[in-house]
């Protein structure tokens, strides 16, 4: 059974970083695609970045090129989120998801997800 838990979310004030882990468990991701979306209140499900397990192909969203990246982590089976110069519109609930094959931008490819993680940008 795949599980995705997703850490280190919090309260930061704007400009500051935070970065933020996901931990896959319950198969072998090299042929995974991994995501990272996030939704604020009111507004549906937006794709942030994505990555490709194995060869680490990156995909970002237009509103956080220059400011996140991601990572991942094979002996450790996780994949980072580094978020840098936050800003207010960035407060979200951040989730990790997992799909086969290719990074997809819509969250409906995505066949798992963790639980999501709380960031908070204060101004």
């Known amino acids: 059974q795949v599980q995705l838990v997703e850490s280190g979310g919090g309260l930061v004030q704007a400009g500051g970083s935070l970065r933020l882990s996901c931990a896959a468990s319950?198969?072998?991701?090299?042929?995974?695609?991994m995501a990272w979306f996030r939704q604020a209140p009111g507004k549906g499900r937006e794709f942030v970045v994505g990555?490709?397990?194995?060869?680490?192909?990156?995909y970002y969203a237009d509103s956080v090129k220059g400011r996140f990246t991601i990572s991942r982590d094979n002996a450790k089976n996780t994949v980072y989120l580094q978020m840098n110069s936050l800003k207010p519109e960035d407060t979200a609930v951040y989730y990790c998801a997992a799909k086969l094959g290719q990074v997809a931008g819509i969250s409906p490819e995505y066949d798992y997800w963790g639980q999501g993680t709380q960031v908070t940008v204060s101004s």
């Open positions: 990555i490709r397990w194995s060869g680490g192909r990156t």
């Open positions: 319950g198969r072998t991701f090299s042929s995974y695609a």
